[in-house]
């Protein structure tokens, strides 16, 4: 059975840092893609960085240069450094994986992944 667990998240004040984890099990093969999600309340889920199975990241320009996406193949770990969070960084966070078979609609798009986590909350204070 496929499973995405998400931790890390907590409460921050304005120029923080966390870290969030997520743990995959049960895939049969590396994920071509995995990625990390966020929704606010009232919005809708976007992509906010994603990596694909050689290493290379992608990022929205939201986040790019304050987050950093790492994997770690031996423990199964996808990992989110989030540094000088902003209130507006303030949601629900979901790791994704892709399906061993997918359609591309691009790193940052959710169409393209097929596993989700149950997320975990960021909230940012000023």
């Known amino acids: 059975q496929v499973q995405l667990v998400e931790s890390g998240g907590g409460s921050v004040q304005s120029g923080g840092s966390l870290r969030l984890s997520c743990a995959a099990s049960g895939f049969t093969a590396s994920r071509s893609y995995m990625g990390w999600f966020r929704q606010a309340p009232g919005k809708e889920r976007e992509g906010i960085a994603a990596?694909?199975?050689?290493?290379?990241?992608y990022y929205a320009d939201s986040v790019k240069g304050r987050f950093t996406i790492s994997q770690d193949n031996v423990k199964n770990t996808l990992y989110l450094q989030m540094n000088t969070l902003i209130p507006e960084d303030t949601a629900m966070y979901y790791c994704a994986a892709t399906g061993t078979y997918f359609t591309y609609y691009g790193a940052l798009n959710l169409r393209t992944y097929a596993y989700w986590g149950q997320g975990t909350q960021v909230t940012v204070s000023s």
């Open positions: 990596i694909r199975s050689d290493g290379i990241p």
